[in-house]
């Protein structure tokens, strides 16, 4: 955690799983130099010589079976193992060992399963994954409710008007990406798994997000994530810039960190609901125009730009909130 050029808080936040490390040597199991194995066991001149002698010959005389007929049978072989890839219970063609269902509102079964809506005459009805992993295409103002509460991990994908119904995520890692006008217009419900959102192109996002795993959302179209925005139950990052992004309000989390950037002309109208833990708050172009409220753990940092945070900052008695650059409001 640190705080940047501006004066505001910058909180990174990291995936479950924690960061990698680096400038790890990787060396031979006995802890020798690679190299140095490698020429204690290299060939002479003479030997090398030999074996290229010996690989010519085998060359000559050698023919590999089947080149006359194409290899026909190593291709049904691969087919073959192909399809035992997928779960048995996949109903559409397997690629690469992932079922692929055209159309469909189902993919059952415990192997990993994609639904493409924009074949098949799309998705009506709600579709439900199955308890593996799974990925959901829908373009075209296609499908409405989704439900991966069952699935491992879930990836939806929602453009041009789609995805109309509630989204809902379970307890494994769930990204939603919401592209092009009006997509995403109910509600999306995170579990607790982690649960990431982006909502691209104008109005998209118009439903509340939030849940127990909510931990990043990012509004950059124009007009998106209009409704409420509730952080999880772990450290918590928004970004609005889009203009008029972020409409209404924005919940931190209670007791973790929460960074929330409020970058385009008039975001936040609202205003941000700081929780008790550690709580940055960026507010440029005339945003967070319904002010920021800290929480009672005196632990917030607000930088208003220009003419942001008419509504004001809201600082619990006892606490000495850090505001830098403050507009009007303040």
Not at 165 to 191: D, P, W, Y
Not at 226 to 240: K, L
Request: glycine share 20%.
């Amino acid at each position: 955690m640190a705080l940047s050029a501006c004066g505001y808080l910058s909180i990174d936040v990291v995936a479950d799983g924690g960061a990698n490390e680096a400038g790890t040597e990787v060396g031979t199991d006995d802890g020798t130099e690679g190299d140095g194995a490698r020429d204690a066991d290299a060939p002479t001149a003479d030997e090398a010589i030999d074996a290229s002698d010996a690989r010519t010959g085998d060359a000559e005389t050698d023919t590999p079976p089947d080149s006359a007929d194409g290899g026909d049978g190593a291709l049904d072989a691969d087919a073959a193992l192909d399809a035992e890839a997928c779960d048995e219970g996949c109903l559409g063609r397997c690629e690469e060992g992932v079922c692929v269902v055209d159309g469909s509102t189902s993919c059952p079964g415990t192997g990993a399963c994609r639904i493409d809506c924009g074949r098949g005459g799309g998705c009506a009805g709600l579709i439900q994954c199955g308890s593996g992993p799974c990925e959901i295409d829908c373009v075209g103002g296609q499908c409405s409710s989704i439900d991966c509460g069952d699935a491992s991990s879930c990836s939806v994908s929602c453009e041009n008007g789609s995805c109309s119904g509630t989204i809902r995520c379970g307890s494994g890692e769930c990204t939603i990406r919401c592209a092009g006008n009006g997509s995403c217009s109910g509600a999306i419900e995170c579990g607790t798994g982690r649960c990431d959102v982006e909502c691209l192109g104008s109005l998209a996002c118009q439903g509340a997000i939030g849940g127990p795993g909510l931990r990043q959302v990012d509004c950059t179209g124009p007009n998106t994530c209009a409704g409420a925005v509730r952080c999880g139950a772990d450290s918590c990052r928004v970004t609005c810039s889009g203009s008029n992004a972020c409409g209404n309000a924005i919940f931190c989390p209670e007791d973790e960190a929460c960074d929330v950037q409020c970058r385009g002309p008039s975001s936040c109208a609202s205003g941000v609901q700081g929780g008790d833990g550690t709580t940055g708050v960026l507010c440029e172009l005339g945003s967070c125009t319904g002010g920021v409220r800290c929480g009672t753990a005196c632990n917030c940092e607000v930088d208003c730009q220009a003419t942001s945070c008419v509504g004001g900052v809201v600082c619990p008695g006892g606490c000495d909130c850090r505001v830098s650059s403050c507009g009007p409001g303040c």
